[in-house]
């Protein structure tokens, strides 16, 4: 296929970050991007920080373009994968014109050329290349940093344009179906979190029954499991007849038996093992699951250090502080939606306790099942969906250092994917 070897700095120009002060930082405005946002490949537009449009206009160098490359220069070793040093990442559509903090580097084509973009993207995600970084990196037991000099030295394998562009189509395609999935799941959930606030917050059935009005979206036998008035609580007025609740009075906490750690996790395996971080998981073993949740039962998981929440379908293990919980006669997927994000990271805590004693209203044991009942379709799709971002994701991997290298035959790849992407 015609390969030469080339530095990537010669394929590459490059900004360093830019050191915002927390000073500078307010509840609005222009997006700044930090380490700590980073996924696998891409930015979590959670927990961000915003600087105003004075600070901004003075460090329009490191705004940000989608499918920019930003790669981590400072971080952990590879026992820490969440925040590893030299984690590479592709900067979605939604963070174009964000600013990009210290300890990344944007990179881009020194020809401004997408395909060429992308081709230096896919090729700087090969295991041998992240292995690469890590192996020039320095640092103490517990960070690790990597100089411009040992990024840029680093030798990429450059094929001819016809070959390139080939290969950018091949794993962007499967991208492409990747990003599709995760863009649905975030409909269902953006459904099932307002039918929720609706509900459980606005409480409009309730207001509509006061008012003597149909309430939009909501059979009339449903509607009359609603009250017609307000009362007084400690939280202010509710529906009449609901209750203020903890936490703690709504859950059962589910013991999860063998606990793992990551020094022990496998990279393949049967069983995936659950981390704190956003990413998901640590590894994986070969013993029997901890838990057994299915996409008709799932689980609930609460981080006791990063407040991390999610629902999981599959079975499972987790390290230490990783706590399971379900529902204690209120529908699980009801719990979630009264939980999730009422307790927020603080640095170096057990969060548990906290998370426990926080109070929230609770309605009727039934009206918690119904909304179950309405709302485990989305979760189900969303489920058989991550299911098939997994796979999809696995192909994508697999596939990546065989076409980078010249092993695969890219036109009968692609008759292949035809169909699945």
């Known amino acids: 296929m015609n390969f030469k070897e080339v530095p990537l700095g010669n394929l590459i120009k490059h900004k360093k970050g830019f050191a915002f002060k927390t000073q500078d930082y307010i509840s609005t405005g222009i997006t700044v991007i930090r380490v700590s946002n980073f996924t696998d490949n891409s930015i979590e537009n959670s927990d961000l920080k915003f600087v105003s449009n004075f600070i901004a206009s003075q460090n329009k160098n490191v705004e940000l373009k989608e499918n920019d490359i930003v790669i981590a220069t400072v971080g952990s070793w590879a026992n820490n994968p969440n925040s590893v040093v030299g984690k590479t990442i592709l900067v979605p559509k939604w963070a174009n014109g964000a600013l990009m903090n210290q300890n990344a580097v944007i990179l881009r084509s020194i020809n401004d050329s997408l395909v060429d973009q992308l081709f230096i993207y896919y090729y700087m995600k090969q295991q041998v290349f992240k292995d690469l970084i890590l192996s020039r990196s320095q640092g103490s037991a517990n960070q690790a940093s990597i100089t411009l000099e040992a990024i840029f030295t680093c030798p990429v394998l450059f094929p001819n344009e016809i070959t390139r562009i080939s290969i950018v189509n091949i794993l962007s395609s499967i991208d492409k179906k990747i990003a599709l999935l995760k863009e649905t799941n975030q409909t269902l959930e953006s459904i099932a979190q307002a039918i929720f606030k609706s509900w459980f917050v606005d409480f409009d059935p309730v207001h509509a029954r006061q008012q003597g009005i149909k309430c939009a979206g909501i059979d009339d036998a449903t509607a009359k499991l609603f009250p017609d008035s307000f009362e007084e609580s400690e939280l202010g007025m509710i529906p009449k007849g609901w209750t203020v609740c903890t936490h703690k009075d709504l859950l059962k ?23 704190q971080g956003k990413s998901g998981l640590i590894g994986y073993h070969n013993d029997e699951a901890g838990l057994n949740p299915t996409p008709t039962n799932p689980i609930i998981v609460f981080a006791n250090h990063t407040c991390y929440m999610r629902l999981v379908s599959f079975p499972f293990s987790t390290i230490q502080n990783v706590l399971p919980f379900e529902g204690n006669e209120v529908d699980t997927l009801w719990l ?7 307790i927020k990271f603080e640095e170096y805590k057990g969060h548990w306790p906290d998370f426990e004693i926080k109070k929230v209203v609770c309605p009727s044991k039934e009206l918690t099942k119904i909304y179950g009942e309405i709302v485990s379709p989305f979760y189900k799709k969303i489920f058989l969906n991550d299911s098939e971002v997994i796979t999809l994701t696995k192909l994508r991997d697999t596939l990546l250092p065989r076409l980078i290298s010249g092993k695969l035959d890219l036109s009968e790849i692609e008759e292949q994917l035809e169909g699945v992407v």
């Open 336 to 342: 979630y939606q009264a939980t999730k994000e009422k």
């Open 253 to 275: 906490r589910i013991r999860v038996g063998k606990k793992y750690e990551q020094k022990t996790a496998l990279k393949e395996g049967l069983v995936p093992i659950l981390d």
